[in-house]
């Protein structure tokens, strides 16, 4: 392993973690310290460092996506904290953490070294479901949509072949009767056919 050229660490003048330039250094036996003379690239302080790279471990990871499930493996530094609904990317695609097992329990959040396996699910597309009102019957669809998706109440949407209006939508919290939801929050949406008028 060679000397980088640059890496992040915290700037005694700056106080927060910034770029810097490595002048000359080396490393220890493991490859895991880098011990150098480094140049701040916000305000070019040039100071010493011993800086220790974090051990990474691999941690099991199980996605599911609309019923079926698929196991991986993420290689994350083991003292990184974990939390439910914490975004990751596996490869190329996003996920979101649903549970954490620790051992025999589900917590909310753990050291990844602590973590027996991650469960998490797809999140470059979610999945939302819309409950149709149509008179003397409700109609059950459902759509995928980017998570950021803004989803408005009173809104003339298309799902299926119906032209809907959007009543309510559901989240997690509450019910929400005006404005608008992201569609990363919305349990269900609420809607009623909207009437056809021909001129």
């Known amino acids: 392993m060679n000397v980088p050229n640059a890496i992040y660490v915290e700037c005694p003048d700056c106080g927060e973690e910034t770029l810097h330039e490595v002048l000359k250094g080396r490393l ?3 490859g895991d ?15 010493s460092a ?6 990474t471990i691999r941690v099991p990871v199980i996605v599911s996506d ?21 975004e990751l990317l596996l490869e190329d ?6 549970s954490l097992e620790k051992g025999e329990a589900r917590v909310n959040k753990a050291l990844a070294k ?7 699910k797809r999140f470059d597309k ?11 019957k409700t109609i059950p669809m459902e759509m995928d949509a980017l998570p950021e998706e803004e ?16 009543t309510q939508i559901k989240t997690k919290d509450s019910m929400a009767r005006r404005g608008s939801v992201a569609a990363r929050d919305i349990v269900r949406i609420y809607a009623k056919k909207a009437r056809t008028t021909y001129s």
């Open 28 to 30: 220890g036996k493991d």
């Open 33 to 47: 310290t880098l011990e150098g003379t480094l140049r701040c690239h916000e305000c070019g302080r040039v100071h």
């Open 50 to 55: 011993v800086v220790r790279e974090a051990k």
């Open 66 to 86: 609309r019923g079926e499930s698929s196991r991986s493996e993420l290689e994350l530094p083991e003292d990184e904290e974990l939390r439910v609904e914490d």
């Open 93 to 98: 695609l996003p996920i979101i953490i649903s």
């Open 114 to 120: 602590d973590v027996t396996a991650i469960w998490a």
């Open 126 to 136: 979610v999945h939302v479901k819309i409950s149709i009102n149509d008179v003397h």
């Open 151 to 166: 989803f408005f109440v009173g809104d003339l949407m298309s799902v299926g072949r119906y032209n809907v209006v959007i």
